[in-house]
T-cell receptor
Framework: KAGVTQTPRYLIKTRGQQVTLSCSPI?????VSWYQQTPGQGLQFLFE???????NKGNFPGRFSGRQFSNSRSEMNVSTLELGDSALYLC?????????????FGPGTRLTVL | DQQVKQNSPSLSVQEGRISILNCDYT??????FLWYKKYPAEGPTFLIS?????DKNEDGRFTVFLNKSAKHLSLHIVPSQPGDSAVYFC???????????FGDGTTLTVKP
């Protein structure tokens, strides 16, 4: 089974621009979660999608948004980029996001905002 | 308010010895706990988990202990190997594993 894939792997943007990141979950997985990891920090939960619906949302400003398509692929968008948005963005998928489901992570997209 | 804390940013042990990584949590609604390992330039990979109804779970060289009254869990690696050198994240979830709360990670270095 192919793992979670994320594109692009690296991205450089300037302040004020917007960016879209993509995540393809493991085949058959319906839950996709997004996390932000900044240097020296743990993973901060952004949001989770299940069956095209946002099921959970973390404490991030409205500039961060996402969506999920019918094939479970997910995109995350950040508008009006700020320097502090520079981070590793990780996507994780699980079969249903149930209490004991294992999340499988992709390699991440490294976003640098200049 | 950080709900999952890993107070040791780094740990260094000799090959063959035991590695003990610690994690504390504050939210009593958490009922499922996980450890992930992360190598540079890769996403975290699941290592081992434990449900709140248990106090111990073993998988080969890895054992996780949970002390609910102290809201503390630990990961024991015995024996430690150089390939275990990585960042270890503790995570906790409630009813939805899709929304996990992570600690800041502990960098483990196992010296040959």
């Amino acid at each position: 089974k192919a793992g979670v894939t994320q594109t692009p792997r690296y991205l450089i943007k300037t302040r004020g621009q917007q960016v879209t990141l993509s995540c393809s979950p493991i085949s058959g997985h319906r839950s996709v979660s997004w996390y932000q990891q900044t240097p020296g920090q743990g993973l901060q939960f952004l949001f989770e999608y299940f069956s095209e619906t946002q099921r959970n949302k973390g404490n991030f400003p409205g500039r961060f948004s996402g969506r999920q398509f019918s094939n479970s692929r997910s995109e995350m968008n950040v508008s009006t980029l700020e320097l502090g948005d520079s981070a590793l963005y990780l996507c994780a998928s699980s079969s249903s996001g149930g209490p004991t489901d294992t999340q499988y992570f992709g390699p991440g997209t490294r976003l640098t905002v200049l | 308010d950080q709900q999952v804390k890993q107070n040791s940013p780094s740990l260094s042990v000799q090959e063959g010895r035991i590695s003990i990584l610690n994690c504390d949590y504050t939210n009593s609604m958490f009922d499922y706990f996980l450890w992930y390992k992360k190598y540079p330039a890769e996403g975290p990979t699941f290592l081992i988990s434990i449900s709140s109804i248990k106090d111990k779970n073993e998988d080969g060289r890895f054992t996780v202990f949970l002390n609910k009254s102290a809201k503390h869990l630990s990961l024991h690696i015995v024996p430690s190997q150089p390939g275990d050198s990585a960042v270890y994240f503790c995570a906790a979830s409630g009813t939805n594993a899709g929304k996990s709360t992570f600690g800041d990670g502990t960098t483990l270095t196992v010296k040959p």
